[in-house]
């Protein structure tokens, strides 16, 4: 990370040289030289934008080493954050051997805490209830700070921290540099600002369409009953380093690790019943690449920082669109690509479209692997690793074992096979396609003329068009579900077909980047509809030709 003539203290870029920065993100171009002229700021940011260090940078930039005293507090909503918080300030300070960063937060032992805060420290990281706590008890003493953080400040609200972060605010009786960060800018954060902060800047940094550029992100759509083994087969084929798969509720992540478990794959779960120790340490597994696959609910959307996952599994499409936002936020960070998959169940398909609404980002509707090439996948990794570890050397005493399996009297092709039978699971189930498909049943006088748009298509009989083609093809590629599809009329050379007017953006869209038999497809509003609204003019003679008769809008 290079910040041209921001970053003063040559220890502090040593640790990001070793962190692997490279280039500063937007928030902390921007909020970076405001802090350190000693602004206070109010920024608007994403969760994995790089808030963090924007703020941590400064703040260790300002702090003095010689007083032990705390200089600058960290709020944040829960334990999970404030961990991860504190380990970012530690890294960026590992050279800076004066700088004492303590945590504090509820459900863990607090005279271990209050040690730590014995032996003097800077900076303090904490969830409120526990900071009043240690305030109330004289044990963390704000006379010398110097910075105040309100960091997932939103967060805070909704939890009902309000009063807390009011009276620890209230709790300093001298003027400090005040910092606040939040994806979002409700009423009630406004009156805060308003009492606490000193003519704050806004810097507003939020990713375009609400997510990330950098996450790749798919649907498949299948039946609820197949989505542990559509999971499985994504998961085999991709086969991602580090995978975080979310469902709705705790009782979902429980049945999912048990079947996941029985399954063979190395996996732990996070939810709010699991016991604050297990969980950091199931946390710190899944960083350090000893767990592969994490399993959890929304709990971990908001409370971990975790990085460098290359796949987020939605095993259940979220509640609330920006639920499925902060999951899909926890891969393709800090300018690393991402990929994010969602098994879709029928039900949920307009959970979809509504996402899309929201993010003002398509979707792309996907197809699970096939068994063959799940299979597939697993030889060309089997090979790899086989010809990787020939290529390392350093064999040994293997080859003297490899010897006495020859020496049994069996072929060396068949030690081989009985050794990649009991090395490599391949699928031996029946092929089985595991994609739903749209609902064709229809129901009868559901569209109402009223409700409807008509549209043409460029291809028809001519084109060996079925009318079934394009109810599939429209269904299938706008994810729309088959009783929002109405009339659908194949000529020779084109067809016509009706649908919801709520889908026409989408219609039109997606219709017009895809294929239908392999033939690209044209897709625009019937000529009928363009002349009503005069979107232009036309021939009697196309009139004619174009406009199909009333009775196929019945």
Known sequence: MKIENLILNDKIQRALDDMGFEESTQIQQEAIPLIMDGKDIVGQSNTGTGKTAAYAIPILEKINEELRMPQALVLLPTRELAVQVANEVRKISKYMEGIKTVTVYGGADIRDQINKLKGGAQIIVGTPGRVIDLIDRRLIKLGQLKIAVLDEADE???????????????????????????????????????????????????????????????????????????????????????TLIFCNTKKAVDQLYDRLIEMGYNCDKIHGDIKQAQRLDTLNKFNSGLIEILIATDVAARGLDIKEVDLVINYEVPSKEDYYVHRIGRTGRAGREGASFTLVSAKELRKIEDIEKYTKKSIRKRTIPTVDRVNEVKKEKFIRSILSTIESGGLGENRELAGKLLDKGYDAETVIAAMIKKLVKFDTSEERDLNDAIPEKRKKGALKPENTERFHVNLGKKQGIRPGDILGAVAGECGIPGCDIGEIEVLDNYSFFTASKEHRRRIIDRMNRSQIKGMDVSVDLSKERKLRFGRGKTSDKLNKKNIIDKKFYR
């Open 156 to 242: 805070m609200l909704k939890m009902g921290f309000r009063e807390d972060m009011e009276y620890i605010l209230s709790k300093i009786d001298h003027p400090v540099q005040s910092l606040m960060f939040s994806a979002t800018i409700p009423d009630d954060m406004k009156k805060i600002i308003k009492k606490f902060l000193n003519s704050p800047v806004y810097v507003k940094v939020l990713r375009e369409g609400i997510t990330a550029k950098e996450v790749k992100q798919s649907y498949f759509l299948v039946k609820h009953s197949d989505k542990v083994e559509a999971l499985s087969r994504l998961i085999d084929t991709y086969t991602p380093k580090l």
